[in-house]
């Protein structure tokens, strides 16, 4: 690891200051994504500025009826909330497909939407990778690419975004809300928080320099069946393969975001509006511009099947 | 991981903890000044005081500097639970975690849950059901164990949960489930699973 400097920030305007105001400084909150990337030296940062004492760590409700989370809110406590566990079923129970007790216990709600890929070569320091190294290439393409993306990639970068939780927001119409390091509050609806790789895939998200995320906010609840699949080597404590995110209602309609396959939460409004005619045409549409991998081509069906247990599931 | 750092700094942690303090952990091996500092937690119950190279690990502050070796070092990148320990009273990955973001905090370690003569009824189940075998991942396993039973306790659920708006009950998959962050190479997990229901007072 390379040695930082280290402060805990005071107030969110000192921080985003002090984030903008260093070449390669670092928002620290649960540290479990921040610290491993560190280790490994894949992150090197020189200044850490420890979030975790800004207080952002509770859940209101807000006057459109929703909930305000804020961005320190770890993920056991938004996942074992009890309005999170009426209400937005589907955030719980993404929340909980993820990592492990000890793991939730630290990760916060903001850290989770920020985590970087898990593309083995985006972890092998030895390999060309355009995300790490912008420029070097990417070895992932003609690599061992089972895990990675099929939709939305670009020819220097087929990784996905490894969130479950991000696939429940995007269903469920998250807005994040940041303050920059001018002071000036944003509110980002989360299918435009995330980019798809293009030719800079080491740029992640729409957040600037110095940019501090405060909270995600929820809509009201949309009631409906909440439900959320998720397929992986292990029945426990691995990435997804790919996973479904869905709300359901009686009649049929609903929303649907994949994960697992792109950059992103994958989300397309023609892809809803399809969910009543079933799983094949919803996954043809979601998944029309793919261009998987001979490794990674079992995704495409391994999605139409999911998403048909899921719907299934929804009816019974 | 700066292991000379932390070697440095803690042949004198024990004896001369207010002394250190006073000297950063960095001057004595040239780390620039800012990149060690000084933090207040307490373990099982006692006050400490370090100045560690800011890299140092909540792991590496127990084990290096407060030869507290009873939590392992395993993966060192949170995938396999052997660093685990409780803080303010949750179960973390030490190794994930910086000791400088501890200000104020109370951990608890394998240490601090019981020793050899008041084992903690988790620990003594554990013997009773040779919940190990080389015994590497069993400081882990045993305060997650104890967490876990806190947590179903405390109503908080889990993916095997059913009905997310019902009193989480406990249960063996529950327990499973729960415990899928503690990796055990020897392989003994039907054991400890038995040797947590003991304790919860269920048989498995
Ligand atoms: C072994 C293992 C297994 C895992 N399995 C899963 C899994 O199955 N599913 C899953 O979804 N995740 C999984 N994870 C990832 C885990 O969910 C993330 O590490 C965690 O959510 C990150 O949150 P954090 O608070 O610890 O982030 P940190 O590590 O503290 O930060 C991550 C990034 O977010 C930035 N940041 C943090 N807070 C803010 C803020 N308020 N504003 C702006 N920037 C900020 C940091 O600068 C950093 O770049 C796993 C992790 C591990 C180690
Ligand atoms: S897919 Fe992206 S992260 Fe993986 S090697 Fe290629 S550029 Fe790097």
């Known amino acids: 690891m390379k040695s930082f400097t280290y402060e805990r920030a005071t107030s969110v305007e000192a921080a985003t200051k002090a984030a903008a105001a260093h070449d390669a400084a670092r928002f620290i909150a649960g540290g479990t994504n921040l610290l491993d990337l560190m280790k490994l030296e894949i992150e090197t940062p020189t200044h850490l500025i420890d979030v975790n004492t800004l207080g952002l760590d509770t859940i209101e409700a807000t006057s459109e009826g929703g909930l305000r989370i804020g961005a320190l809110v770890r993920n056991s406590d938004l996942a074992a909330d009890e309005r999170v566990r009426r209400d937005y079923g589907l955030l719980s129970r993404a929340l909980l497909a993820g990592a492990s007790g000890q793991l939730r216990n630290k990760a916060t709600t903001a850290g989770n939407l920020l985590q970087r890929t898990r593309c083995p070569y985006f972890y092998d320091t030895n390999q060309p990778c355009n995300k790490r190294q912008p420029g070097s290439g990417c070895s992932a393409i003609d690599g061992f690419s089972r895990q990675l993306g099929i939709v939305g990639i670009s020819s220097s970068c087929i990784a996905t975004h490894p969130s479950d939780m991000a696939i429940a927001m995007r269903v469920l119409d998250a807005v994040v809300e940041t303050v920059g390091s001018d002071g000036a509050k944003r509110s980002i609806p989360i299918a435009d928080f995330h980019r798809l790789p293009g030719d800079t895939p080491h740029i992640e998200t729409e957040l600037k320099k110095g940019e501090i995320i405060t909270a995600v906010v929820l809509p009201k609840p949309i009631g409906g069946k909440q439900i959320y699949r998720k397929v992986r080597d292990r029945a426990s404590y691995a990435f997804a393969l790919i996973s479904v995110g869905a709300v359901i209602q009686p009649d049929g309609t609903g929303r649907v975001a994949v994960g697992g396959v792109a950059h992103k939460p994958w989300r397309l409004d023609a892809a809803d509006e399809d969910l009543p005619s079933g799983a094949g045409r919803v996954t043809r549409r979601l998944l029309l511009d793919a261009q998987p991998t001979e490794h990674n081509a079992y995704k495409v069906k391994l999605v139409e099947r999911t998403l048909g247990a899921v719907l299934a599931e929804a009816k019974g | ?204």
Not at chain 2, 161 to 182: C, P
């Open chain 2, 1 to 204: 991981m700066a292991s000379a750092a932390t070697v440095a700094a803690s042949g004198v942690a024990s004896k001369a903890r207010a002394q250190q303090a006073e000297v950063p952990a960095g001057a004595k091996i040239g780390i620039p000044a800012g990149e060690t500092s000084s933090v207040s937690f307490k373990v099982n119950g006692q006050d400490q005081t370090l100045s560690v190279d800011n890299r140092t690990t909540l792991l590496d502050a127990l084990r290096e500097h407060l030869h507290l070796t009873g939590t392992k070092k395993g993966c060192d990148h949170g995938q396999c639970g052997a660093c685990t320990v409780m803080v303010d009273g949750r179960r973390i990955n030490s190794c994930l975690s910086l000791a400088i973001m501890h200000e104020g905090d109370e951990v608890v370690t394998i240490e601090g849950l019981g020793e050899p003569g008041k084992l903690h009824p988790m620990q003594a189940a554990f013997v009773k059901h040779d919940g190990y075998q080389c015994g590497y991942c069993t400081p882990g396993q045993i305060c997650s164990s104890v967490a876990v039973l806190e947590e179903i306790k405390a109503g908080m659920p889990s993916h095997v949960t059913g009905d997310l708006t019902a009193k989480v009950a406990f249960s063996l998959e529950e327990i499973r489930e729960r415990m899928s962050g503690n990796l055990c190479r020897c392989g003994a997990y039907s054991n400890i699973v038995d040797a947590i229901a003991d304790v919860a007072g269920r048989p498995a």
